[in-house]
C-alpha cells in the first residue's frame, strides 16, 4: 500500500485520507458524510479510506491515535488534520480553502 498510497497523496488536487476502522461507530458516521463530499466535488477531490487495522505502518507514519483522523494531501502535504467526525460544511470549506 505505501508506494500506492504516496502516487495517490502526490496529487496536485486535494486528497482526503479518511483513517478508520471496521469497529469504530464515529467512522460509520463519517463515512456517509464523505460520500457526500466526494459526490458534490467530483473530479476536484479525491477521497480514500485507508483501515488502521489493516495499514498499520501507514498509521504510525502519520501517527494516528484515534479513529477517525482525517487528513488532507496537496501535492504530497499534509495542509490538514482533524480527528473526530467531521461535518459536510466544515470538511467542504477545508477543501475549498486547499483547491
Known amino acids: 500500500m505505501k508506494g500506492n498510497f504516496d502516487s495517490i497523496i ?11 476502522a471496521l469497529w469504530c461507530g464515529p467512522c ?3 463515512s456517509p458524510i464523505l460520500k457526500e463530499v466526494a459526490t458534490q466535488l ?4 479525491r477521497v ?3 483501515d488502521v487495522d489493516q495499514n ?4 504510525a507514519q502519520y501517527q494516528i491515535q484515534s479513529v477517525p483522523t482525517l487528513i488532507v494531501f496537496k ?3 499534509p495542509v490538514w488534520r482533524q480527528s473526530g467526525v467531521v461535518s459536510k460544511v466544515d470538511l467542504l470549506n477545508v477543501i475549498k480553502q486547499n483547491v
Open 10 to 20: 502526490n496529487d496536485s488536487k486535494p486528497v482526503i485520507v479518511d483513517f478508520h
Open 48 to 50: 480514500i479510506k485507508i
Open 75 to 77: 501535492n504530497g502535504k
Open 56 to 59: 498499520s505502518s501507514l498509521s
Open 42 to 45: 467530483g473530479d476536484s477531490v
Open 28 to 30: 460509520k458516521v463519517q
